[in-house]
């Protein structure tokens, strides 16, 4: 009888210490596990890379200005697998927490997006975790014909140690107001991840504006955010200046401004050497040419 006992009771036990186990590892599993986006569930130790991809753009790109934002707590960017497949040379800052400023402008060599393509890509390692999300705010995106896209779609991949968890997902927009009060250009981003004349939402195409914002162009003041040049890729050719340089971004406009008005003067230079001339205005111009 004492056997019996025994033997149920050694049983007993170690069907508890399973269980207890199970509990455990389940409690472990659930502490480590991080949730991404409201979507991806990963843990810490592993890898994400979030890839940014735009499509449906009507016209080859000029310049655009971008943040990509996170929670440093929870992740860790990882420097230097900041990508660009389509840019030749992208201006940006990778040592601020949370954080990663970007520009880039160029009127030769334009990338289109026509079709969907890389836009960018990055690196994270899961700390611990929790619920973040990784997202995004364009400040200024210009096309071919210097004024914003209305034609586009922003969608995005991410993947974990490797393999793919979230395709082709709409990427969420940061809505934080200091983001929204202080880098709203003349983009809008609106939460559908399309342009305002091609989303079928036209009726709710709901944008992240800020309500103290006006829709009118906002200029924003220079501000000690990117401090590296990254080499992009374009077409098989690599392109950019070594790190170091120290950039001060002003919003896109006023550098497409400044380029428009060169354009405008050089029009009007060449007009007025087409334009009759006397004499003496010949000279005048001839002697001006000599100077410079």
Known sequence: ????????????????????SAVTAF??????????????NVKAGDTVNYTLYLSDATEPIVGFELRLFYNSDLLEYQKGSLKFEKFDVVIYNEEIPGKI???????????????????????????????????YFVTELYGENMTYL?????????????????SDGVPPVNKDDDTLNSNQGDFINYLDGMGENNTPNKDNHEAALSKNSPLSPYYQESVVEVTKVVPGESDGKKGGISGGLLFLIIAVPVVIAAVVAAVVIVNKKSKSAD?????????????????E
């Open 275 to 291: 334009a009759p001339k006397d004499e003496n205005v010949d000279s005048v111009a001839d002697t001006s040419q000599a100077d």
């Open 101 to 135: 400023p970007m520009n880039c402008s160029s009127l030769t060599n334009l990338p289109s997006f026509e079709k969907k393509a890389a836009f960018l890509s990055a690196d994270f390692k899961v700390l611990k975790g929790g619920a973040t999300d990784i997202t």
């Open 150 to 166: 209305k034609n586009y779609k922003f969608t995005y991949n991410l993947s974990v140690n490797g393999e793919a968890v979230i």
């Open 27 to 40: 409690a472990d599993d659930s502490a480590e596990a991080l949730k991404i986006n409201g979507e991806a």
């Open 1 to 20: 009888m004492k056997q019996i006992v025994f033997k149920i009771t050694s049983v007993c036990f170690a069907l508890a210490l399973t269980v207890l």
